[in-house]
């Protein structure tokens, strides 16, 4: 595929999906968590409800766009601690190396045996439910690659002579890792970053549908769904809207990572193997 | 004189890309029975390309757009990929410049040579790998009964080549098409491989085209030479010949170039002699002669028309308006 | 052979120790330890004299490494404690639930490998073709999925709609139930396989050695099969051996939403019940899981690739 369709496309969706979150109060037709008029319960998609109503009487349509805002910010804070955590560990384990090293390998390796999945589960389950345990949980789990991809390119630019370069020239370490080193990985976080956003986005989901994340009545798409799942026969509508509004904005979230790998980072250092 | 083996005649190769560009064109050799022919010139001039051409191997975005092959009284540029496949490995064989990568690093050396058995002759792959062990002693391999099961990132790179060779010369081919076999080889093992070849393609009267960027190693080993520039032939002679009387400015650069033995000491210090600029890239070919910017004697014509190839004797040509 | 597997099992058995403290820790020491998570609940408004009971029973009046190096023994000898829940032994809670999730994981796994590779390999066959695009497409659309609600939707359509398939629960352990669980499941790891499978067929396709291989005048399907076939199976191994772990971690969603009885769903039962031992058990053996997963990876490299043989 062009590189240009992929970027294209993808950035679209996730356009789409800020500007939805962004402008929810304006789009919305209702309040979503107010305007629960059970007269109007579990009413099929209409002119008057778009996407339909659910057991409560509330708008499908304005909760999936307050959702936006809450999945999105899942996805932004929580990929952007990883990210933080992750790059931290990465560059100073393979600038210094050392004792250093070993112990931010070691992490790495506990970390990477647990499935990241479980392991914010079993931190949802000490800190309790809501959006800021929820963060926290999906923050502190999947650092991993970002350390794993941070490290390599570090260590790879130390072989080049860059980093010995910059110490002959008497520049401190940190100031050889803002200027020298950091600017050489962006690419490759940039991608990673923007991947693994749809990643938290997919997780914040299915544990909020498991009723660890962020509770009804707030309408987390993944909430949403959790709410639905008993009524699938009658209202099979609750379930769908929701869960399409995760699936284009993670999509538009891998294909945008798909597209900015190709540009900035085309030797692929990210592609998973 | 019998009819030449192989038989090449303005041959153009195209590369699609932006444009379609002329990687190759009017390309013009021919190939006697067992000899050996040499192809010279620099990175990029197009000699590989060539000799993927004339085993029908070319790829996307590289295309056969124009001329003739013909291979022993039959023209091949048309055939199609089941009879190209045919010619493959029986009648004319090749190998190429990079033994580690040129070998399936999964599957042991004797498999690979085996499998040439297997595909033409419809051995049964014990006989097969039998004949593979024979075929390693001939190119000699010390000790071929245990070579045949080695993989190889286990053996030095000088015997990867021979295990290439093998494979080659396993069908008794016609022709060996060898593109820079000893480049990435150490110097000391080079002539080895190279005398090797010689004395096996020698002995079966197999033809051989030596491609290569080095002049002295081809005109030691090969009885004509040919010298491609920029997508072009522009030279072509006896090996003699294009030592001790080269026609073309190009050609000159590169027998000066050569570093000689003895001189030093006839004339004092002598500086090694270059020719200054780089080679083109195909997208940005020169108009007229493509050699015009890096020639010391370049005129106007040169810039404007291309040359037309002038014969010279004993079957050469040159490719200048200032030949001579 | 031998070495590699010492090498491998000298580096799991630091990792599943370190992943038991880790456990251990985060859920003895952190605010929200069970005795008081207990009363925050409002479950139970215990009676002191109970409580104090209690925390003699669990020994948790201990110094924390006492009972560290307490709880370590016990697992070592397969000893998982005894649920808050039901006062039953962990393992055997446990147990009864390992095979429906190694059936689920392997089912979808199954699924995953022959789908994927074969979409990708046939993708990169034909790059550019319509048929590649159309994979691609698909398999970027099914990494976009979330698994559950993929679930949610084909227990709607076939369940529910169709009734071609049963919509919930384990049954009488025959194919029928199984199958929705397990392609929900596996639509991730099977987008990735496809991916990843053209990627690496599309490189050998280009490499050295396959050229070689054409210049001997093998069919091009020769030369996929006896040439091609091999070098790809190395990544892709790689990748199956990543996905296991990611796809326990979704197996946890998709057995709740399927009432599937097996190790996943009672994760997410005894986290909502603060059945602190049944988590802590349930954790260690997917971890475990995955790195026995690993390490059948990492022989089976030994296996296909020479080169790592003579090291």
């Known amino acids: 595929m062009k590189w240009g369709t992929n970027t294209w496309v993808g950035g679209g969706l996730v356009g789409l999906a800020l500007a939805v979150a962004i402008l929810a109060p304006w789009l919305a037709l209702t309040h979503p968590v107010m305007d629960a008029n059970l007269m109007n319960a579990e009413l099929p998609p209409s002119w008057e409800f778009p996407f339909g109503t659910d057991a409560q009487g509330r708008d499908i349509y304005s909760r999936v766009l307050y959702g936006a805002r809450i999945s999105l910010t899942v996805g932004v804070v929580s990929q952007t601690c990883n990210s933080l955590i992750g790059v931290t560990l990465g560059l100073t384990a393979g600038y210094w190396g050392g004792w250093w090293d070993d112990v931010v390998s070691g992490l790495t390796n506990l970390m990477l045996a647990i499935p990241s999945l479980v392991f914010a589960l079993a931190i949802m389950a000490i800190l309790g439910p809501g959006l800021v345990s929820l963060v926290i949980a999906l923050g502190l789990t999947s650092w991993s690659y970002s350390c794993r991809i941070a490290r390599a390119q570090v260590l790879s630019l130390k072989s080049q002579g860059y980093v010995q370069a910059a110490h002959i020239l008497g520049y401190g370490d940190l100031r050889i890792m803002f200027t020298q080193v950091l600017p050489n990985i962006l690419g490759p976080l940039i991608v990673i970053a923007t991947l693994g956003m749809g990643g938290a986005i997919l997780a914040e989901a299915a544990l909020s549908f498991l009723g660890l994340g962020i509770r009804p009545p707030f309408p987390s798409w993944g909430s949403m769904l959790s709410e639905a799942r008993d009524q699938i026969n009658t209202a099979p509508w609750l379930s769908v809207f929701p869960g399409l509004a995760i699936f284009f904005t993670v999509l538009g979230l891998n294909l945008l990572g798909d597209g900015l790998r190709d540009i900035l980072d085309p030797q692929s250092t990210t592609r998973r193997t | 004189m019998s009819t030449p083996l192989l038989t090449v005649e303005d041959l153009r190769i195209a590369l699609a890309g932006e444009r379609t560009y002329d990687a190759v064109e009017n390309v013009s050799f021919e190939i006697g029975r067992g000899e050996a022919f040499g192809l010279v010139g620099?990175?990029?001039?197009?000699?590989?390309?060539?000799?993927?051409?004339?085993?029908?191997?070319?790829?996307?975005?590289?295309?056969?757009?124009?001329?003739?092959?013909?291979?022993?009284?039959?023209?091949?540029?048309?055939?199609?990929?089941?009879?190209?496949?045919?010619?493959?490995?029986?009648?004319?064989?090749?190998?190429?410049?990079?033994?580690?990568?040129?070998?399936?690093?999964?599957?042991?050396?004797?498999?690979?040579?085996?499998?040439?058995?297997?595909?033409?002759?419809?051995?049964?792959?014990?006989?097969?790998?039998?004949?593979?062990?024979?075929?390693?002693?001939?190119?000699?391999?010390?000790?071929?009964?245990?070579?045949?099961?080695?993989?190889?990132?286990?053996?030095?790179?000088?015997?990867?080549?021979?295990?290439?060779?093998?494979?080659?010369?396993?069908?008794?081919?016609?022709?060996?098409?060898?593109?820079?076999?000893?480049?990435?080889?150490?110097?000391?093992?080079?002539?080895?491989?190279?005398?090797?070849?010689?004395?096996?393609?020698?002995?079966?009267?197999?033809?051989?085209?030596?491609?290569?960027?080095?002049?002295?190693?081809?005109?030691?080993?090969?009885?004509?030479?040919?010298?491609?520039?920029?997508?072009?032939?522009?030279?072509?002679?006896?090996?003699?010949?294009?030592?001790?009387?080269?026609?073309?400015?190009?050609?000159?650069?590169?027998?000066?170039?050569?570093?000689?033995?003895?001189?030093?000491?006839?004339?004092?210090?002598?500086?090694?002699?270059?020719?200054?600029?780089?080679?083109?890239?195909?997208?940005?070919?020169?108009?007229?002669?493509?050699?015009?910017?890096?020639?010391?004697?370049?005129?106007?014509?040169?810039?404007?028309?291309?040359?037309?190839?002038?014969?010279?004797?004993?079957?050469?040509?040159?490719?200048?308006?200032?030949?001579? | 052979m031998l070495l590699v597997l010492t090498r491998r099992l000298a580096n799991v058995i630091p990792t599943l120790v370190a992943v038991v403290a880790l456990v251990f820790v985060l859920?003895?020491?952190?605010?929200?330890?069970?005795?008081?998570?207990?009363?925050?609940?409002?479950?139970?408004?215990?009676?002191?004299?109970?409580?104090?009971?209690?925390?003699?029973?669990?020994?948790?009046?201990?110094?924390?490494?006492?009972?560290?190096?307490?709880?370590?023994?016990?697992?070592?000898?397969?000893?998982?404690?005894?649920?808050?829940?039901?006062?039953?032994?962990?393992?055997?809670?446990?147990?009864?639930?390992?095979?429906?999730?190694?059936?689920?994981?392997?089912?979808?796994?199954?699924?995953?490998?022959?789908?994927?590779?074969?979409?990708?390999?046939?993708?990169?066959?034909?790059?550019?073709?319509?048929?590649?695009?159309?994979?691609?497409?698909?398999?970027?659309?099914?990494?976009?999925?979330?698994?559950?609600?993929?679930?949610?939707?084909?227990?709607?359509?076939?369940?529910?709609?169709?009734?071609?398939?049963p919509s919930f629960g384990y049954g009488d352990g025959g194919l029928t139930h199984v199958i929705l669980p397990a392609v929900a499941l596996g639509v991730g790891p099977m987008a990735l396989l496809a991916r990843t499978t053209r990627a690496a067929v599309l490189e050998i396709l280009n490499a050295d050695f396959v050229r070689t291989a054409r210049s001997k005048g093998m069919s091009e399907r020769r030369v996929v099969e006896w040439h091609v076939l091999r070098n790809a199976l190395v990544l892709v191994i790689t990748i199956v051996g990543l996905q296991f772990g990611s796809l326990m971690g979704a197996a946890v969603v998709v057995e709740k939403l399927f009432a599937w009885p097996g190790v996943g769903s009672l994760l997410v039962d005894s986290v909502f019940q603060r059945d602190i031992p049944t988590v802590q058990g349930c954790i260690l053996l997917i971890v475990l899981f995955f790195l026995f997963i690993n390490t059948l990876v990492d022989l089976a490299y030994v296996v296909i690739d020479p080169r790592i043989r003579h090291g």
């Open chain 3, 27 to 165: 859920f003895s020491v952190l605010p929200g330890s069970f005795i008081s998570a207990m009363n925050e609940d409002g479950r139970s408004a215990m009676d002191p004299a109970v409580m104090e009971r209690m925390r003699k029973e669990m020994g948790l009046d201990d110094p924390l490494p006492e009972r560290f190096a307490k709880y370590l023994a016990h697992t070592a000898v397969g000893d998982l404690g005894i649920s808050f829940r039901t006062r039953e032994p962990v393992t055997k809670l446990i147990g009864a639930r390992v095979w429906p999730s190694l059936k689920l994981v392997f089912v979808a796994m199954a699924f995953a490998i022959s789908v994927g590779v074969t979409l990708g390999f046939f993708a990169a066959l034909r790059p550019g073709n319509i048929l590649d695009t159309v994979s691609m497409v698909f398999a970027i659309s099914g990494l976009s999925l979330s698994q559950f609600w993929f679930g949610l939707m084909l227990m709607y359509l076939f369940a529910l709609q169709l009734k071609w398939l």
């Open chain 2, 42 to 324: 620099e990175s990029g001039c197009g000699k590989s390309i060539t000799a993927l051409a004339l085993m029908g191997l070319l790829r996307r975005p590289l295309s056969l757009a124009g001329g003739r092959i013909v291979l022993d009284g039959q023209e091949i540029q048309h055939a199609t990929p089941a009879e190209m496949r045919r010619l493959r490995g029986e009648r004319i064989a090749m190998i190429f410049q990079e033994p580690m990568t040129a070998l399936n690093p999964l599957s042991p050396v004797g498999k690979q040579i085996a499998e040439m058995f297997v595909l033409h002759q419809g051995a049964n792959w014990s006989e097969a790998m039998d004949r593979a062990e024979e075929a390693l002693r001939q190119v000699r391999v010390p000790s071929p009964e245990r070579r045949i099961k080695d993989y190889p990132h286990q053996l030095s790179g000088g015997m990867r080549q021979r295990v290439m060779i093998a494979i080659a010369l396993a069908c008794g081919p016609e022709l060996l098409i060898a593109d820079e076999p000893t480049t990435a080889l150490d110097v000391t093992v080079q002539a080895e491989i190279i005398d090797l070849m010689a004395e096996l393609c020698a002995a079966k009267g197999t033809a051989i085209l030596m491609i290569s960027h080095d002049l002295g190693l081809v005109a030691n080993m090969c009885q004509r030479v040919a010298v491609m520039y920029a997508g072009r032939i522009v030279e072509a002679q006896v090996a003699e010949a294009i030592f001790a009387a080269p026609r073309h400015p190009y050609t000159q650069g590169l027998v000066n170039s050569l570093p000689r033995l003895g001189e030093r000491s006839r004339h004092g210090r002598q500086r090694l002699r270059e020719i200054s600029g780089v080679v083109p890239s195909i997208a940005t070919y020169p108009a007229g002669c493509r050699f015009n910017p890096r020639c010391a004697a370049v005129t106007d014509i040169c810039r404007q028309i291309a040359p037309e190839i002038t014969p010279l004797p004993a079957d050469g040509l040159v490719r200048c308006h200032h030949h001579g």
